[in-house]
């Protein structure tokens, strides 16, 4: 019995080499290692960004506040 992975990496080995014997390849460039682009996501604080302020962990989930001891606890969302 025939690997499906396996004979679908040996089509693919075959397809890349019929691509590369067809278009004649320019020599590699030096390589550069480019700076890393700016990801749209925080990045980790690994290092400290004097610019940027730290990102405080939120202490409470976003939404109405927790009461007061002293407050009696309302229901969020009604309209007094």
Do not use: K, W
Not at 40 to 56: A, F, K, L, M, N
Request: net charge negative; glycine share 2%; hydrophobic share 25%.
């Amino acid at each position: 019995m025939i690997d499906l992975a396996s004979l679908q990496s040996a089509s693919h080995a075959r397809l890349l080499a019929m691509l590369y014997a067809q278009t004649p390849q320019p020599p590699d460039p030096p390589f550069t290692p480019e700076p890393p682009s700016p990801s749209p996501q925080e990045p980790p604080d690994t290092v400290p960004d004097p610019t940027r302020e730290p990102p405080s962990p939120p202490s409470q989930p976003i939404g109405d506040p927790p009461p007061a001891p002293n407050e009696t606890p309302h229901v969020s969302g009604t309209f007094h």
